[in-house]
Each structure stands twice: as structure tokens, then as C-alpha cells.
């Protein structure tokens, strides 16, 4: 059983920036895309930012292309998301996730995902 632990997550002004982690239990890790995804209020989980299980090849969702970066240290089993010039519209629970199948591409659907943390709040305020 594997268990992802968010943390960073708080309230930050617009313009702001927050930086999220999400640390893995387990030994396998490095096998594995992860991804970081949102949930606003009333509306459908989002896909946010996805890195490759060997940490060369990022995707992200166009809202968060140019100010988010997400990165991972193998050594830390932690996934990161940088958050820059944050907006009120960014306000989400933000989730982390782990692929499903080890050596995966970089993936966009929560349902190739099947590890999720519990979740960290993200208010923007403007």
C-alpha cells in the first residue's frame, strides 16, 4: 500500500507563490510518474502538472504552463509544485497521485492514476 502525504498548502495572496510536496511511502518511487491535480469547489478534479518517472519530461495543464513547475527527488520519495504569480481562480484542494503502471508516460487523466494523498488546501485571495 502505498500513501502520498501533501503539505504546503495554505493562504497566500494573489501574486503569490506556494510551494506544495507530496511524500511517497515505498521503494519503488523512481518507477513511477506522478502527477498533481485540483478540485475547486462544485467542480471536477483537474489535471495540473505531471512529471516522468525518470524526471525528464514534464506536462502541464495550459493554466498552469509558465507559472507552475513541478519537479521530484528520488532520493526524498517527493513530488513538488512550485506555484508562482498565483490567481483567486487557483483556489483548490490540490491532490497528488502516482500512476498507475511503473514507467508510464506522463499522464493527463486522473483515472491512469491509482495513489492519491488526502489532499492540501490552496486559497488565493484577491
Known amino acids: 500500500q502505498v500513501q502520498l502525504v501533501e503539505s504546503g498548502g495554505g493562504l497566500v495572496q494573489a501574486g503569490g507563490s506556494l510551494r506544495l510536496s507530496c511524500a511517497a511511502s515505498g521503494r519503488t518511487f523512481s518507477r513511477y510518474t506522478m502527477g498533481w491535480f485540483r478540485q475547486a469547489p462544485g467542480k471536477e478534479r483537474q489535471f495540473g502538472a505531471a512529471?516522468?518517472?525518470?524526471?525528464?519530461?514534464?506536462t502541464y495543464a495550459d493554466s498552469a504552463k509558465g507559472r507552475f513547475t513541478i519537479s521530484r527527488d528520488d532520493a526524498k520519495n517527493t513530488v513538488y509544485l512550485q506555484m508562482n504569480s498565483l490567481k483567486p481562480e487557483d483556489t483548490a484542494v490540490y491532490y497528488c497521485a502516482r500512476a498507475g503502471r511503473p514507467f508510464s508516460n506522463a499522464r493527463k487523466v486522473a483515472d491512469d492514476y491509482d495513489y492519491w494523498g488526502q489532499g492540501t488546501q490552496v486559497t488565493v485571495s484577491s
Open positions: 512529471v516522468m518517472w525518470n524526471g525528464g519530461i514534464t
